[in-house]
């Protein structure tokens, strides 16, 4: 932008040179113009015979004129408007020029002055200054784009670099997650639970949530997630029992009240989403030994869904679903999880609702249509 505003002021400061100066030139030429006729007009009044009874006054296209008296009124005039404004010399007075010349004494037909009076129009010369100013617009975009693409090269590529290797560190991440979530389940079906595997498992579902919200973001331009029917019921009670581990490592119980058989029309992997930062957002936020509560009900076509925790609370609730925004600094995470769950509700219109108070706890509610096809 500055680049571009330095460029503009280099190349509109001679067209602005341009145009003062082609006006000058023409208000010049234009009162040369003039006089140059009052010499044509006063010479015929000169070459006028007294003897003949009649003086056939000069016309001209271009131009009007007229001989007025002392007190500038018309003694014969073929200009219209009024001239005694006027003073003697040239004159511009809007879009007209006046040339006014003092006449000898009762020389020419008792006439003290002869006034000349045409047009004068800048037309032609802002028609020029607005290709010219056309021609500069062109320049100015085309030397813009040209230099922003050589400036932005090498931004590009190493933001191409980048995404490329997030890809690959999310896919190379996806792999070890897996195999330690799969070897605990496998241990403690062999033996008796351990709770310090139940904290690996637990930290590692927690790192799991974190990685699904940023696959998500890479990958939601690209791919196309396909709705399909689902039952909200059952979906929420999985994934209250795959966040149990995450809770019982910070001593909070999780607590729900659940209506059966709720079906909705939903993309699972953007319900999983919703439904996993909603839990995770509410265990996080939420005291040691508290309880976060889970109720799932119906409400004419509307599935109410709803998340409270006991916590901290939020004080600006109305900046939550703002993508990095953190409440708390000190809590883990990258604030990205509500903005993925903000751009889900507005997909699907879903309604939220949150009631929060500091240190009293909040409440995420949504609504979400019912599946109307329901047999």
């Known amino acids: 932008m500055i680049y571009t505003l330095l460029l503009s002021l280099i190349l509109l400061a001679p067209l602005l040179l341009y145009v003062t100066y082609m006006k000058n030139l023409h208000t010049v030429q234009n009162e040369l113009f003039l006089k140059e006729k009052s010499l044509l007009i006063i010479k015929s009044m000169e070459d006028y015979n007294q003897n003949n009874k009649y003086f056939n006054y000069p016309r001209f296209e271009r131009f009007s004129s007229g001989l007025y008296a002392k007190n500038l009124d018309p003694i014969f005039t073929l200009i219209k408007s009024d001239i005694k404004q006027l003073s003697k010399g040239y004159n511009v007075v809007d879009d007209n020029a006046y040339y006014m010349i003092a006449l000898p004494k009762d020389k020419y037909f008792k006439a003290s002055y002869l006034v000349l009076s045409n047009n004068i129009s800048f037309a032609g010369i802002y028609k020029n200054a607005a290709l010219i100013l056309l021609s500069i617009a062109l320049l100015i975009f085309s030397l ?20 490329g290797f997030i890809k690959d560190s999310m896919h190379e991440i996806n792999t070890p997650l897996s195999i330690i979530n799969l070897n605990i389940d496998l241990f403690n079906r062999k033996n008796e639970p351990n709770k310090y595997l139940s904290r690996v498992k637990a930290a590692s579902k927690v790192l799991s949530g974190i990685y699904n919200d940023m696959d998500y973001l890479i990958k939601h331009d690209t791919v196309e997630f396909n ?62 030994k508290g309880i976060v509560e889970i109720i799932l009900q119906r409400s004419n076509n509307k599935a109410i869904l709803a998340f409270k925790d006991h916590g901290v609370g939020i004080s600006n609730t109305e900046k939550v679903f703002e993508r990095y925004y953190r409440e708390n600094e000190q809590k883990s995470g990258f604030g990205i999880g509500l903005s993925i769950v903000s751009s889900i509700i507005k997909k699907y219109k879903i309604g939220v609702k949150i009631i929060s108070g500091l240190k009293k706890g909040s409440t995420f509610t949504y609504d979400i249509d019912i599946y109307s096809d329901v047999e």
């Open 144 to 163: 813009s784009l040209f230099f922003l693409n050589r400036f932005s090269k090498p931004f590009k590529e190493l933001n191409n670099k980048l995404d």
């Open 227 to 288: 709705d399909e029917r689902l039952n909200l019921s059952s979906y929420l009670l999985e994934r209250i029992e795959y966040f149990s581990e995450v809770a019982t490592m910070k001593n909070i119980t999780i607590e729900h009240k659940i209506e059966p058989n709720i079906i909705i029309f939903m993309n699972q992997k953007q319900l999983q989403l919703l439904i996993d930062n909603s839990i995770s957002n509410a265990i996080k936020y939420s005291y040691e």
